[in-house]
């Protein structure tokens, strides 16, 4: 098996978002960067299928320089190379951009490889197309949101979650997969693995390299706008005995909220 | 004209694609252009569903068909829909953001070499253009944005859009496209739809949301909240990370950052504090409760109304007093 999961650098789940106004971005200073939770599990799906089956498990990231630390994450965690595909702009919220550079780099750089994982979506654009736009980039099928995954022979069977249900999905490899919380229990990395991964080269890729020019990753997404959301304003509290706050409240739901 | 991909389950369309519906007849009167209904099918079910549709007032729906098309597949119906995009020349496409959506929508933006505003919540008219609003960082910041190539392809997020009135009148045939789909074009497909043994209401598509946090101590006691839930119509029972990652609750029922994002008419969070990661997720509720014995809890600075007590004595009681109300 010949893996290629793609991984983002994003602030932590606990991270307070502010904004900046004059350039339309979140402020990153203060903020604790990590690899996006849902790629955490795809990395883990990688070495879990490379331990079963053989093979090598390699790990890319399109961004600046800052995203090597979590490249170093997931060596530490098992993988055998860490690519950055290096990418000056700033977030441009356009998954076809970013679809089409990976898609060029599976060509130009990953060519051959049987599975590329990414996680559902990155945490914080909160987008979840690039993984389909990279599967139709390259005429690949894909499943998304997957909570098990199988590989046999030149095929795979997924379960991916939608409303109510599970679907199983079929698909021939080469594949698309991305992965859901649930698919799996993600590794710490080992003392060990660390000291290995401090050690290694992390090659850069240049979009250049790729034959990608500034023309070819127009952006399709115009910001015209980024601000926090109105604060909620904390509403009324009811105290005392739990029959009569119960009536109240089912009161006050009906009456003045009229959600009931 | 403003297409609208028409997600059918079982031979029935889903609410959150007329809601998605309902909004392409608002901004298209507003563009003074029409909204269409594409159904995409492999026979008697997206035909079924077509009839349903019509009468919801699209100007026209079209039936897109292909035997192929009869299990969902991301690669036949993205061709299905480029296909009728290539011919009708739509100036936007919307879509649902349920599970098929969310594969789907971005396969066909590719194919067709254009962007896509993911999971919207709200869609504007500014200069001829529609302008979408869509929550990132699970809804602690909101942004705006354009789309620069026609058709504009947006996902709906499901609960936001309210669904507008069937239409009076005569409904509109649906008009039929053959798909094209060579031999070996689909590589992946569903096989098989496994139900969830509850046939729940799953938390994005619910009108109320009844969320146990860490205060439910243990998972046997989330048969309280299921026992509130079954009060409503169409509720579901949510959970924080925590009681997640505890192991009381399947993690398809996780509300907040790395979970699910809702928005629901009623949100209660019960024996939930209230971390930055879970408001992110259930904020945009039309109205939230909360039931926590902690009077310092977060939850309670964005709760409409809360209950200080202890939430095995409350819950129960509020039970009672919401089915009264109810029946």
């Not at chain 1, 997969?177 to 401090?198: C, F």
């Not at chain 2, 079924?48 to 729906?61: K, L, N, Q, T, Y």
Request: with cysteine.
């Amino acid at each position: 098996m010949n893996i290629v999961v793609f991984v983002k650098r994003v602030p932590d789940t606990e991270s307070r978002i502010r904004i900046q106004h004059e350039t339309r971005s979140v402020a990153e200073d203060g903020l604790n960067f990590v690899a996006s939770p849902y790629d955490e599990f795809a990395v883990e799906e990688a070495l879990r299928l490379k331990e079963s089956k053989g093979g090598v498990v390699r790990v890319a990231s399109v961004g600046r320089d800052e995203a090597v630390p979590v490249l170093r994450k997931c060596l530490a965690m098992g993988a055998d190379e860490a690519v950055l595909i290096k990418d000056e702009a700033p977030e441009s919220y356009d998954g076809l951009r970013t679809a089409r550079i990976i898609a060029r780099a599976v060509e130009r750089r990953f060519a051959g490889a049987d599975l590329l994982l990414f996680g559902k979506q990155a945490v914080g654009t909160d987008n979840g197309q690039v993984p389909s736009m990279v599967a139709e980039l390259l005429g690949l099928p894909q499943a998304n949101v997957v909570t098990k995954l199988e590989i046999e022979g030149g095929a795979g069977t997924a379960l991916r979650e939608v409303e109510g249900g599970t679907e199983k999905v079929v698909f021939s490899l080469p594949a698309v997969v991305s992965a859901q919380k649930g698919l799996n229990e993600p590794r710490y990395e080992t003392l060990k693995g660390i000291m290995a991964a401090k050690k290694k080269d992390i090659p850069v890729v240049r979009l250049e390299d790729l034959g990608l020019a500034a023309g070819d990753l127009t952006p399709e997404v115009v910001v015209t706008g980024l601000d926090v959301p109105p604060q909620r304003q904390a509403g009324k509290v009811l105290r005392g005995d739990a029959a009569e706050t119960a009536r109240e409240l089912a009161a006050l739901l009906h009456a003045e909220a009229k959600v009931i | 004209m403003i297409a609208v991909f028409i997600e059918t389950r079982d031979g029935k369309t889903k609410k959150s694609s007329l809601e998605a519906l309902s909004e392409a007849r608002r901004r298209a009167e507003e563009l003074g252009i029409e909204a269409a209904a594409l159904l995409v099918g492999g026979g008697t079910g997206a035909s079924a569903a077509a009839v349903d549709v019509a009468s919801f007032g699209p100007a026209r729906v079209h039936l897109l068909e292909n035997a192929a098309l009869a299990d969902y597949s991301a690669q036949g119906y993205a061709k299905a829909v480029a296909d009728f995009v290539a011919v009708a020349h739509p100036s936007a496409l919307f879509f649902a953001a349920t599970a098929m959506g969310k594969d789907l929508a971005p396969r066909v933006a590719a194919r067709l070499g254009v962007g896509l505003a993911s999971d919207c919540t709200r869609v504007a008219v500014r200069d001829g253009k529609l302008e979408f609003t869509r929550p990132i960082y699970a809804g602690k910041a909101l942004l705006s944005l354009t789309l620069a190539s026609t058709p504009q392809v947006a996902t709906l997020r499901p609960n936001v859009f309210p669904l507008g009135p069937a239409a009076p009148g005569p409904a509109p045939e649906a008009a039929r496209m053959a798909v094209e789909i060579p031999d070996g074009f689909v590589k992946g497909r569903v096989a098989e739809v496994l139900k969830e043994a509850s046939a729940e209401v799953d938390v994005t598509e619910a009108d109320v949301v009844v969320s146990g946090g860490r205060g439910m101590k243990g998972p046997e006691n989330f048969a309280l909240l299921r026992e509130l839930a079954a009060v409503f119509p169409r509720a579901a029972v949510g959970a924080s990370r925590s009681a997640v990652d505890s192991g009381w609750i399947g993690h398809q029922h996780q509300v907040g950052q790395t979970g699910k994002t809702v928005s629901p008419n009623l949100y209660l969070a019960v024996g939930i504090s209230g971390a930055i990661q879970h408001l992110a997720g259930m904020s945009s509720s039309k109205c939230i409760v909360a039931v926590n014995k902690d009077p310092e809890a977060p939850i309670f600075k964005v709760a409409d109304y809360g209950i200080v007590g202890d939430l095995f004595e409350v819950i129960p009681k509020l039970k009672d007093e919401l089915k009264k109300m109810i029946e």
